[in-house]
């Protein structure tokens, strides 16, 4: 590793505490800066709402071996990360980063690296960070450096992406963008790749947006499956047999703070030449987003009018607690709407505004449907035998994660996401010969 620095990382989310607990435990000294007092106590404690493989155990030594230390406010340091959510429309962004900007100043020093790892639109970093720092008199690139290096780990597997991802660093000048790789090489092993502030932030957007399209393209094929008797998710399955394609999975819906928000902003600025705006991005979006109350009327047509329906999963995506912006939302307003009672449950999320979580065998009691809602592997391992409290025997897994020929076996009606509604069992499941 190059020198150790004193790192001041504004931040300590989803992306901040893995990356705090790395670039600490990498032997730098990393103050993080956590403003919500209650969110600091805890991580202070080694207490985090994080299902992270690994984060607990990082974060614990880097708060033992004091290379972390948390903090309410920004110090002085020679390199400050940005990892604060961003929300809202691009001019709003810029309004909340140049608000940071200005809350900085008063700590930098001549010299410094400012890296902003945060989603934003192009033009962001330099339009707030870039012009506050230039206003208050730092000459960019040469006693001060500016950098977007965008986050791009996964929920779920976020310490091994940090160490392993390619990195994209943009830089405000060529030099900035060495000076912030050189920095980035002491904790992270992958491709580094330099290039504009500007490029750097719309990578980000596009690598997510790519997602997003392509799951509405998974999304919208499921459907036709469902309604016209085909087995689509089998053909999903063998299409990605071919070397040059690669389709995502078709699922209740896309949730999380990332995919959604990269369509939505890469789609709001349109098509300035044609005035058309982004008819593809907008129709993917539109595709994801209406898919949950899709899914609803779907299950609801299946079932007597009245029904108790379980609803189980609730996280935005298998395997973690996150609920942000999660389709089980649109979903369960649909169901109740439709007039069923809904009874939910999640194994891994504690509490849920929109519903009082139950464990799993209160839920199922006495429902006529299960709806699984997202791909956490524990659904994955039910048993016909933990779903004996119900008094229907419909199934609907919206994330294809059921052995159609067991549950069906079993005397169970399943309808599975891109398969005949509601007769999975009719379609043939996929065999192959190595
Ligand atoms: N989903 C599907 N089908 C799929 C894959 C995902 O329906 O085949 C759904 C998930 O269930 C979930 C949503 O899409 O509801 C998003 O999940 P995800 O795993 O695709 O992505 P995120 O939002 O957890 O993380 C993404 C990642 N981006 C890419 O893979 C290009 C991550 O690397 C980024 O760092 C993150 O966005 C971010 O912060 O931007």
Redesign the pocket.
């Known amino acids: 590793m190059s020198e150790p620095e004193h790192v001041c990382l504004l931040g300590l989310g989803?992306?901040g505490l893995p990356m705090a607990a790395a670039i600490a435990n990498a032997g730098h000294q990393v103050t993080g800066v956590e403003i919500d007092n209650a969110r600091r106590d805890a991580i202070a404690r080694g207490e985090s709402d994080l299902d992270e493989p690994g984060l607990a155990a990082g974060v614990e030594q880097a708060l033992a071996s004091k290379r972390l230390r948390l903090s309410a406010d920004a110090v002085k340091a020679a390199v400050y990360l940005i990892a604060i959510p961003t929300h809202g429309s691009p001019g709003e962004q810029v309004e909340a980063l140049r608000a940071l900007a200005a809350d900085l100043l008063p700590t930098l020093e001549k010299g410094a690296l400012v890296v902003l790892e945060s989603?934003s639109a192009p033009g962001t970093t330099r339009a707030s960070l870039g012009e506050v720092f230039s206003g208050a008199g730092f000459t960019l690139g040469e006693d001060l450096f500016l950098a977007h290096s965008?986050?791009?780990?996964?929920?779920?597997n976020a310490l091994a992406?940090l160490a392993q991802?390619a990195r994209i660093i943009g830089g405000f000048t060529p030099r900035c963008a060495a000076k912030a790789a050189a920095f980035y090489r002491s904790f992270s092993s992958g491709p580094i790749h330099q290039t504009s502030l500007e490029t750097a932030e719309l990578t980000?957007l596009v690598?997510?947006t790519?997602?997003?399209v392509?799951?509405a393209l998974?999304?919208e094929l499921a459907t036709l499956g469902e309604s016209l008797g085909w087995d689509m998710s089998a053909a999903i399955e063998l299409a990605n047999t071919h070397p040059r394609v690669g389709?995502?999975?078709?699922?209740?819906?896309?949730?999380?703070?990332?995919?959604p928000?990269?369509t939505r902003m890469i789609a709001s600025f349109g098509d300035h030449d044609s005035g058309r705006g982004a008819p593809l991005l907008e129709a993917a979006r539109a595709v994801?987003a209406s898919t949950p109350a899709l899914l609803a009327k779907k299950i609801l047509a299946d079932l007597p009018s009245g029904a108790t329906v379980a609803m189980l999963g609730v996280a935005?995506?298998?395997n973690?607690a996150?609920t942000?912006?999660?389709?089980a939302k649109a979903l369960l307003d649909a169901l109740r709407d439709g007039g069923a009672t809904v009874k939910v449950h999640d194994p891994y999320v504690e509490a849920w505004p929109e519903a009082h979580l139950l464990p799993l065998e209160q839920a199922l009691e006495r429902a006529d449907a299960a709806v699984l809602v997202?791909?956490h592997e524990r659904f994955r391992a039910l048993k016909p035998s933990d779903l004996t409290a119900m008094r229907g025997r419909s199934l609907f897994d919206l994330?294809n994660i059921l052995d159609a020929e067991r549950w069906t076996k079993e005397g169970f009606t399943l309808s599975s996401r891109g398969r005949p509604w509601p007769d999975a069992h009719a379609s043939q499941s996929v065999r192959t010969v190595q």
């Open positions: 989803r992306v989603t965008p986050e791009r780990v996964i929920p779920g992406e991802n980000k690598e997510n790519f997602r997003d392509n799951i998974a999304n389709l995502h999975h078709p699922g209740a819906g896309v949730g999380g703070a990332c995919l928000l990269a994801n935005y995506k298998g973690i996150d942000s912006e999660t389709p997202t791909p994330c």
